[in-house]
C-alpha cells in the first residue's frame, strides 16, 4: 500500500501541476491515467501497446502477459478471455479487429460493440506446428503474422475464424529475404507485405514473392504513413523513408539516440522516438524533415500516437531499490494540424445543439425501452473527428443516460412490487445494477433489494400456507398425487419466477411441507392391523387361515415276505394316505402265506379303530416371528398380499420375489405366514436337484431299514393353507421345469414317478424367490416359469429419494439397539430423524429432540450412507456397470450388527471397518470398500 499511496499522491501532485512542454510547433500538456490497483503492475516494464483508429482505447501489453486496456479518459477496463501468456509481442487495432500476438498464441478479438468490452469475442489461432513470433498487421480484410521457421502466414479475415482449423490466404518462409528475425510486419497500401527485421528489411507480395531487399535493420521501430514506411536503424543512426508506390527510399533523417519502437502523427507532419534507455521521447518534423528535440523525461522503449492527437508513451523511475515503468498519456495540439479551429468549432457547435436535444428526450422518457436507443446520443457517437469537448459531451450524455435509466428502472420496480408482480428477472437485474452503480445508487437499490426479498418471503409464506391447508384436506397415496394439486401447481409455477437464490431455498421449504404430509399419511396407511379374522397389510386385507385336521384313510399294507420252517411269512403294517404307518403291539402281525389273503378278525376291528381315531391329521400352526414394522416392509407386505389373493382367486401361477441376498425375501414369507396362520415349508432349490428330491425322500427306520416317504413338497401340497416357498427357483435345472409347469399353471397338480398325480389344496400359495437376474453368475429364470409367474422385486428399505430425503426405514429397523432410540415407538422416531436428518421441523420432532438422541441418529445417518454406498458398488459391479470388483452384499442383518456396535466404538467408519471388512477375503475389494467407507462418510 505504501507504494501505491507514492503513485497516488504522485498523480495528485501532476493533476494539480499538470506538466506542459513545447517541442517546436508542438505542445504536449499531461493527462493522468487512472494507476492499476495492483501496484505491483507498474514493475513489469511496457512491451508493447497500440492505440485504436478511433482513440477511444490503447491496449498496454506488459511483461509476464499483463494487459491494461484504457479508454481515452484514462479509466481501466478488463479485456475479456485475455490469452494466457508470458509475453506479448504485438498488439494491432484495426476497424473492428483487435489482434494480439502472445505466444503460442495469436488471439483475434471480434469489437461487435467497439465502445463495450463485454461484447468483444475472441478466437485463439494456435495449430500444430503453427506458433505466432512477432509481427503482425490488420488491413484490407488480411491479417499477415509471422512464425517459428522463418515463416509468414495470411489470414482471409472474411472467412469463420471460430472453426477449429483456419484457411491461410497464402503461406511463405522469407529466409532468403536475409532479414533476420522478424520483429515487426506492415501490409502496404498496394497489398504488398514490408518486414523488418533485426538485420534488414524487405518487401514481399501477397503470396510470398520477394520484390525487395532494403539494407536497414529497423527491428520493431518502423512506422507507417500512406505509402511511406519509416524505418530507425540504430546501428546507421538513420531512419530511412521507404516510398512503397515509387518503390524506393527517397531520404533519410539523423537519428541522435538509440530507439524501440517509432510512430508517425495522424495528418504525417511529425515523427516520435522513445528512446531505447533513458526516458526521452525524439521528435521531429516531417514537413521539414528537421530534428525538432526531445521530450525530456517521458518517452522511455514505446509509443503511439492516437487520431486525436494523443500521445501515448512510456517513463522508467526507481523508488526504493525497484525499477517502475509508468504508462504516460500527453494531449497534444496535433489535432488541430489536421483540423481548422473553424471546423473545430463548428462540429462543437452542432454537438452542443445534438445534447440539447438529448436532454428534452430524457426528460420525456418514462420507460427502459424509450431510452434504450435514445436518437441524439445516437448522433453524437456518430460523430466521427475526435474532439476532447466532443467526447467529453458524449461522456457527460452517458452519465445522464445511465442515471436516467437508474431512476426509471428504480420507479419501475417499485411500481411492481406495489402491483405484486415483480418477478425473479428482476431481482436479477436489481442486483447486477447494484454491482455496477455509484456508492449513491448502491445504497438506494440495496434498500429496494430488501423490500423485494420481503415481498417474496411473505409471498412464498403465503402459498405454503394453502398448501398446508390443502393437504390437510386432501387423501393423497403419493408424492406425484400431493404434486397434482391445484395449490401445489400455484405454489411452483411462483417459485419458477424466483431468482436462483431463492429458488433452491423455496423449493426445499415446499418439499419439507409437502414431506410432512407424507410423514403422516404413510405412517397412517403402511401399519399392520391385527385383527380376530383378518389382517390388514396397509392397505390390503387377507382372511386369516383356518381349517380343521386333515383326515386320512389308513389301509392294510404287506411287506417283507420271508421264509422259514418251510413255510411262507409277511408281515402285516397299517399305513395311512400321506405315508404315516404304524404296526400292531397288541397282535402279532407276522401271518403265513394263508393267512394273507383271509386277514384275521383282528385286522378289520384295528383298521376300523385306526379309521376312527388315527385318520385326522393336526393342523401345522406356523412357527412366531419377530419383525418391524416399517413402512417399506409393510409396503412389501401389501404388494405380496394382493398378488398371492389374486393367485388363491384364480387357482393358478407362482409369485416369485427377485432381490440382493440379505434383503429379507424370505423374512417376508416368514412374517406373512405367521400373521395369517398359514403353515409355512422351505423347499432349498439347486442346479442338482433331481425328480425325486421333490417327490419323495428316504428315512432310515432301525427295524425296517430305508424306506420312502412323501417330500416335504408332496406333503405341503396337502398341507390347509400352506406357504410353500421354492428358495433359490431360478436354479432348478431344467429337466424339473418341465414337471413343475403344471404346478405353476391352471392345472395345480404334480405328477410323481409312478404316475401318481398330486393335486394342490386350492388354498396352497406357492412362492419362489431368487437373485436379481441380470447379477453376475446368477441363472436366469427359466422361459417356462416366468410365463406363469408374477415377479415382485425386493429391495433394501428406501433411504434417499429423487429430492434428496432420506428415509427412515432401516434406521427404523436398528434403533433399538441405541438406547437413547429405543424407547421411541415408530411415530416418535421417524418425526425425529426427519427433523435431524432432512430438517424437516415439527413440533414433535422439536420435542423429542435431544443432543445425545441427536448423536445417535446421525450414527445411524452415517452408517446407512456407508451402507448405501457399498450395495451401490456391488450392483454397479454385478450388472456390469462398473469394472470395480465389490461383491460383498451389504444386507440387514450386517447393518444390525453394526447397529449394535455404533456406541462401543462411537463413529461408523470404524464400526464398519472393523465388522466388515474382516469378511471379505480379496485384498483389491478390501481397498476398495475401504475407499468406500472413506468417501460416504469423509
Known sequence: MGILNKFLKKEERKEEKTPEFTVGDLKFKYFPLKRDPDAKIEEYWIETLDVSEDAYWVLVGRRHGIFQLYDWAGNLHRLPSKPPAQSITDIVFRGKYLGVVAPPYLVIYYLENSKDPKTWKSVRISQEGLRPTGGLDIRKGSLAFGVVGEKVYVIDLSGDLTQTTVDFKSTFIYRDAEIGDLRALKILPNGKLFLSGTQGCAVFSIGGNLLRKLNYAGNRAIALYEDKVFIADNEKQKIAIYDSALDRVEGELELPHRVGLIDVSPEGSFLFSADEEENRLGVYDLRNNQFLGFLEGYGYSVVRVASDGSVYTSRWEEQEGKLYYFLEKFETNLIDFLYPKERQKQIIKNANEIYKEFKKVLKEAKTEEELESVKPLRELEEISVPLKEVRELILKAREELQERKLEVFYENIKKKLQEGTITGQDYNRLKEKIEEVSQEWKEKLEELRKEVVEFFN?????????????????????????????????????????????????????????????????????????????????????????????????????????????????????????????????????????????????????????????????????????????????????????????????????????????????????????????PLFIIPCNSKMEKEDITFIYEFDPKKGTKKVYSDLVRALRTPGAVIYLDEINTLPPSLVKIFNPLFDYRRYLVLSYGEVVKARPDVILVGGMNPQNYLGVSELPQDIKSRADIMYVDYPPFEDEKGFYYPDEALILKDYLDTLASLNKEEFTYLWYYVVNDVKTQLGEKLRTPERERDVKLLFDLLKIANEIRKAYRAYQTQQSEEPVEFVFSIRDTIRCARRLRKYGDAKTVVMETIIPKISSPLEKEIVKSIIERAVG
Not at 387377507?542 to 404287506?558: D, I, N, Q, S, T
Not at 411262507?568 to 400321506?578: K, N, S, T
Open 458 to 678: 411473505k409471498k412464498l409464506n403465503e402459498h405454503l400456507e394453502k398448501v398446508r391447508e390443502a393437504i390437510s384436506r386432501a387423501k393423497v397415496k403419493s408424492f406425484s398425487e400431493l404434486e397434482s394439486l391445484q395449490e401445489v401447481k400455484e405454489t411452483r409455477k411462483f417459485i419458477s419466477t424466483l431468482p436462483r437464490e431463492f429458488y433452491n431455498y423455496a423449493n426445499e421449504e415446499l418439499l419439507k411441507t409437502l414431506q410432512e404430509k407424507l410423514i403422516e399419511d404413510r405412517l397412517k396407511t403402511f401399519t399392520i392391523k391385527l385383527l380376530e379374522d383378518k389382517v390388514i397389510f396397509g392397505r390390503e386385507e387377507v382372511e386369516k387361515f383356518k381349517a380343521e385336521p386333515v383326515r386320512y384313510k389308513w389301509h392294510v399294507k404287506v411287506e417283507d415276505k420271508f421264509l422259514q420252517d418251510g413255510k411262507v411269512f409277511a408281515r402285516l403294517i397299517f399305513e395311512r394316505e400321506d405315508g404315516l404307518s404304524v404296526e400292531p403291539k397288541r397282535y402279532n402281525n407276522i401271518l403265513e402265506q394263508s393267512e394273507v389273503g383271509h386277514f384275521p378278525p383282528w385286522v378289520g376291528r384295528y383298521l376300523k379303530h385306526l379309521n376312527g381315531l388315527c385318520s385326522a391329521e393336526q393342523y401345522r400352526v406356523p412357527e412366531f416371528v419377530s419383525f418391524e414394522e416399517t413402512p417399506w416392509f409393510v409396503q412389501n407386505l401389501e404388494r405380496f398380499t394382493s398378488l398371492v389373493k389374486e393367485q388363491l382367486q384364480y387357482h393358478e401361477g407362482i409369485l416369485i420375489l427377485e432381490g440382493d441376498a440379505g434383503v429379507g425375501k424370505n423374512f417376508l414369507v416368514e412374517v406373512f405366514s405367521a400373521l395369517t396362520n398359514r
